[in-house]
C-alpha cells in the first residue's frame, strides 16, 4: 500500500518559516516526480514545487520561487520543502504527491495545515 505521510505544518507569523515533509513508503517512486501542492479555501489546488527522484531536478511556481526549496533525501524516502519569508497568502493546506508529471499526480498525502499571520 503506498502512503505519502506529510508532516511540518503550523502557524507562523508573516515573515517566518517553515519546514514540511513527506515520507513515502510501498513502493519505489525512481521515475517519479514529488510533487508539493496546495489548496486555500475557497480556491482550487494549485502546485506549488516539484523534485525529480533521480537527478534532483526542480521546478516551482513562480508564486514561491526565491522563498521555497524542494529537496529529498532518497535514503529516507523523505523529500522536504523548506518555506521562507512566508506571506498570508502562503494559508493553505500542503500536500506531498507523486506522478510521472506534474499534471499526472498518481499518489497523494493527507495534507497539512499551513497558517500565515499577518
Known amino acids: 500500500q503506498v502512503q505519502l505521510v506529510e508532516s511540518g505544518g503550523g502557524l507562523v507569523q508573516a515573515g517566518g518559516s517553515l519546514r514540511l515533509s513527506c515520507t513515502a513508503s510501498?513502493?519505489?517512486?525512481?521515475?517519479?516526480?514529488m510533487g508539493w501542492f496546495r489548496q486555500a479555501p475557497g480556491k482550487e489546488r494549485e502546485f506549488v514545487a516539484a523534485?525529480?527522484?533521480?537527478?534532483?531536478?526542480?521546478y516551482y511556481a513562480d508564486s514561491v520561487k526565491g522563498r521555497f526549496t524542494v529537496s529529498r533525501d532518497n535514503a529516507k524516502n523523505t523529500k522536504y520543502l523548506q518555506m521562507n519569508s512566508l506571506k498570508p497568502e502562503d494559508t493553505a493546506v500542503y500536500y506531498c504527491?507523486?506522478?510521472?508529471?506534474?499534471?499526472?499526480?498518481?499518489?497523494w498525502g493527507q495534507g497539512t495545515q499551513v497558517t500565515v499571520s499577518s
Open positions: 504527491a507523486a506522478g510521472p508529471t506534474i499534471g499526472t499526480m498518481s499518489y
Open positions: 510501498g513502493r519505489t517512486f525512481l521515475n517519479y516526480l
Open positions: 523534485i525529480s527522484w533521480i537527478g534532483g531536478s526542480t
